[in-house]
């Protein structure tokens, strides 16, 4: 089972994220939290210069669905989605939703995960 899934996009790390925010509406989706890390780091006077975001990310909907069957599966909401610098090129990506899921070991909610997964790697192939 692949952990993660990550894309490279030509876009800047803001038009990056303006083309995320725009797929995940399509989806029902929106961003609940903007944390910027690097900035974060900085403040604290780490040396940290890569531009790097961790967008919060949830359908009310599905997280009814899921919180309905197992309120534990809170640990693993809101979905995170990356976007950050790497080696000069911008990268967008996100820990598997069925990867997470699965270690609560209910197939109901495996299902569930699936489906979210592919609406949000839907989103993040919108970006490239």
């Known amino acids: 089972m692949q952990f993660d899934y990550t894309v490279e996009t030509t876009k800047g790390i803001e038009e990056a994220i303006a083309a995320l925010e725009d797929q995940l509406k399509e989806e029902k989706f929106g961003v609940l939290w903007d944390f910027d890390l690097a900035g974060k780091l900085q403040e604290k006077g780490k040396d940290f210069s890569s531009a ?3 967008l ?4 009310p909907d599905e997280a ?11 640990y693993f909401l809101p979905c995170k989605i990356v ?15 069925s990867s997470l899921i699965h270690l609560a070991d209910d197939p ?13 790697k839907k989103c993040i192939d919108g970006c490239k």
């Open 52 to 54: 790097y975001r961790v």
């Open 56 to 59: 919060e990310v949830c359908n």
């Open 64 to 74: 009814v669905r899921v919180l309905s069957k197992d309120k534990k599966v809170g």
């Open 83 to 97: 976007v950050y610098e790497d080696g000069g090129k911008t990268k967008i990506g996100m820990p598997n939703p």
């Open 108 to 120: 109901d909610l495996d299902e569930i995960a699936k489906d979210v997964e592919a609406r949000l």
